[in-house]
């Protein structure tokens, strides 16, 4: 399957921004999707993951700010973003687990202080 983020963009801490992967083929079967982030000079990072019984699981670091969801007809998942702050500020992967993990191009999130 292959994916692709978008959705990022620039915006005001304390702002929102509604991020979207669109995957290739059905994903009503991938058990584990989600995002992870990767800040400039640091480690990428896992943000937030759902099942597909829709369990979703975040980082400590974007619990009650960030929503992940999934719509399994459209083969899409989201992940709301709000209370923005500077430090999220990142490149925002999507991916699926697959037989292996498939990784999206991200899509840059800048929050301005």
């Known amino acids: 399957v292959q994916l692709q983020a978008s959705g990022g963009g620039l915006v005001r801490a304390g702002g929102s921004l509604r991020l979207s992967c669109a995957a290739s083929?059905?994903?009503?079967?991938?058990?584990?999707m989600g995002w992870y982030r990767q800040a400039p000079g640091k480690q990428r990072e896992w943000v937030a993951g759902i099942t597909t019984g829709v369990t979703a699981n975040y980082a400590s670091s974007v619990k009650d700010r960030f929503t992940i969801s999934r719509d399994n007809a459209k083969n899409m998942v989201f992940l709301q973003l709000k209370g923005l702050r500077p430090e999220d500020t990142a490149v925002y992967y999507c991916y699926a687990d697959t037989i292996i993990r498939q990784w999206g191009r991200g899509t840059l999130v800048t929050v301005s202080s």
């Open positions: 083929s059905t994903i009503s079967s991938i058990n584990d």
